[in-house]
């Protein structure tokens, strides 16, 4: 599931995965209320840290109370240690910065959502 208010990065996102045999976006939506919502179905979310009605830390936070089990990964395009550092308390599993290697961040995706089903 993606999830990030800015369509030209939902964009981008959904064309990295597209390819990628790994991943298959069941969803794409643009606030944190509609993905706390639709989360039902995801094994992996894939979020921004900021959105118009709620900011992604409680986003986030949300999530991990309906579904200790979900895998969230923020993907971001700011990286400063405070952001990383809270999304990590809130309960992310990762932290990607737009503009790294996207072969490099899909393996890291699908790390996380590997780790998490061993679990």
Request: hydrophobic share 55%.
């Amino acid at each position: 599931m993606l999830a990030d208010d800015s369509e030209a990065s939902m964009l981008l996102l959904k064309a990295m995965l597209r390819d990628d045999e790994r991943f298959e976006v069941v969803a794409a939506v643009s606030t944190g209320a509609q993905l706390v919502a639709e989360s039902d179905h995801a094994d992996l979310v894939v979020m921004d840290l900021v959105f118009a009605d709620t900011d992604a830390f409680s986003a986030i936070r949300l999530l991990r109370e309906r579904d200790p089990a979900l895998p969230v990964v923020v993907f971001a395009s700011v990286d400063p240690p405070y952001l990383r550092a809270e999304a990590d308390a809130q309960g992310a599993a990762a932290f990607f910065r737009r503009g790294a290697d996207p072969q490099a961040v899909l393996d890291g995706f699908a790390n996380v959502a590997r780790l998490t089903k061993a679990d």
